[in-house]
């Protein structure tokens, strides 16, 4: 991606985030980018082009985030609990709006692969280093327990199986998600957990 799409696309991703993705206009990201229209246009034929960009770099950050956490964190329950808390900002500084829109080009973003599970490879490299410190149970599937840990968490956004009049955001990753840590943790691990419970504020 050259400077200048990236640039476009950096953009758009905040003003999606911030205003929904149908609230913004290409007036709106060239004026906020502060170069014309054209130059947008030259590098993305149109919106659901732009939007296909924005998804892709947000998924190539998330990537980005996960390997950086794992390199900067003492072990990977600090890591594990670092990223649900950045997460959790994250979705707390997103407009609802955006989630609703995206559903609105799920068919857009399907054919162009984006829809389904997202990439796990970097995640991967989480359940191999916790196997290997010994804060998870040797026995347990690397890839299996990689796409249970990414099913488990997707649960949080599931409004139907838990309405959120009933249940907060908080209470299913602590019930649901961290209960599937303390599954798969060694005695040292669990150890882990039970502290970096008690230390980090964890608010979606």
Do not use: W
Request: net charge negative; with cysteine; charged share 25%.
């Amino acid at each position: 991606m050259n400077e200048v799409k990236e640039r476009i696309v950096n953009e758009a991703a905040t003003l999606f985030r911030s205003y929904g993705i149908r609230a913004v206009t290409m007036d709106m990201l060239a004026s906020s980018l502060g170069m014309s229209k054209r130059t947008i246009y030259e590098n993305f034929n149109d919106k659901s082009e732009l939007l296909i960009g924005v998804v892709r770099y947000m998924e190539m950050k998330r990537v980005e985030l996960v390997q950086k956490t794992l390199h900067d964190s003492p072990d990977v329950i600090h890591a594990i609990f670092t990223l649900l808390k950045h997460t959790g900002d994250h979705f707390r500084s997103m407009n609802p709006a955006f989630f609703d829109d995206l559903k609105r080009h799920q068919t857009v973003l399907e054919a162009n692969g984006l829809c389904g599970i997202p990439d796990l490879t970097g995640s991967l490299a989480i359940v191999e280093k916790g196997k290997k410190d010994g804060v998870f149970r040797p026995e347990i599937g690397t890839e299996l327990t990689n796409r249970a840990m990414y099913g488990v968490f997707t649960l949080a956004a599931n409004y139907e199986l838990f309405p959120a009049p009933d249940f907060t955001r908080e209470e299913i990753i602590k019930g649901v998600y961290i209960s599937y840590l303390r599954g798969i943790a060694t005695p040292a691990g669990a150890e882990l957990i039970e502290c970096y419970t008690n230390v980090f504020e964890l608010r979606f």
